[in-house]
């Protein structure tokens, strides 16, 4: 952990590369994050690995680690069932996961999975309404137009798990603020989060009587001297998120053209202060996706291992 100039605490942490092709390499990155100091390894539910399955294994490996899901999609799971996950990983990791939920996206739920994404502020806010009593293990009799459930939750000794939830627009911003911990943001510059996600955000949960949210913002680095190949790699990798309509309304807040100009990219100093930006505009976690070759994963490393201690 750091402090800003604020006086408040940052958490650093890393991102899990999200397409590896090998389980050998997030388990490469726990490694190096615990070494490092660093606070949180998040990991993004994507059709590859399952992310709460594996937070119990990599977890054993890190004691002093923890652990995120960034995020889990809810169209995907019924929320008893994602709750039972997200306790039993609380319970195997001694109270050191926390449960990061979203929307996903338009055109993935309804391309990919032919589900309707009608109303989804709707079908977040009953989602919650059977997710956060089961999450502490209470009794739930929610009829929904989304989604129901009758009944409670029993994980006997799971230690609490908190609730984060990627919100972007004001509305999930606001619902984020009243029924959970903090959101989680990707795409979604220094600037933006002082003045659009920060504000609303902390509004809803001051009115709600919560404590000060956390803001995890997620960030691709690369400390490298070849700035243009960082760059035409980035744009590859990153080239999706710019057609999805909230990371593009985000980047267009920011001022941003292409998903690619989102990416930390350059020596150092350059990156450094890039990451101090979203410090200063109330990011209280950043997670890093280290999005570099092995020729600059090393150098990029050896940055990340100096933040917790600065």
């Known amino acids: 952990m750091t402090t800003s100039d604020h006086g408040d605490t940052v958490r650093w942490g890393l991102l899990a590369e999200p397409w590896t092709g090998d389980f050998d390499q997030i388990v490469d990155e726990v490694d190096f994050a615990a070494a490092a100091g660093l606070d949180t390894y998040w990991m993004a539910q994507v059709p590859r690995f399952d992310a709460i399955t594996a937070v119990p294994l990599l977890a054993a490996r890190a004691p002093q680690l923890k652990f995120g899901t960034a995020v889990v999609a809810i169209y995907h799971r019924h929320p008893v069932a994602l709750a039972s996950q997200a306790l039993t990983a609380s319970l195997l990791t001694g109270g050191r996961f926390t449960l990061g939920i979203g929307l996903m996206h338009r055109p993935v739920i309804e391309g990919m999975f032919e589900m309707s994404f009608d109303r989804p502020v709707r079908h977040m806010r009953e989602y919650l309404d059977i997710l956060g009593p089961s999450l502490e293990q209470q009794p739930v009799d929610v009829s929904g137009q ?165």
């Open 146 to 310: 989304t989604v129901s459930f009758h009944g409670r939750l029993d994980v006997p000794h799971a230690p609490p798990c908190p609730l984060m939830i990627a919100a972007l627009g004001d509305q999930m911003l606001r619902l984020c603020g009243r029924r959970a911990s903090g959101t989680i943001t990707f795409m979604t510059g220094p600037r933006t989060i002082r003045d659009h996600v920060v504000p609303v955000l902390s509004a809803a949960a001051d009115q709600a009587g919560r404590p000060a949210p956390r803001v995890v913002a997620l960030v691709p680095v690369t400390v490298t001297s070849d700035i243009d190949r960082a760059r035409a790699r980035a744009a590859k990798l990153l080239a999706g998120y710019g057609q999805m309509p909230s990371y593009r309304a985000m980047l267009d807040r920011e001022g941003l053209r292409n998903p690619e100009d989102f990416a930390l990219i350059g020596g150092e100093d350059e990156v450094r202060s890039g990451l101090d930006a979203f410090v200063q505009a109330g990011a209280t976690d950043i997670g890093l996706y280290v999005m570099a070759t092995a020729h600059d994963r090393d150098r990029t490393r050896a940055l990340i291992a100096t933040l917790p201690s600065r």
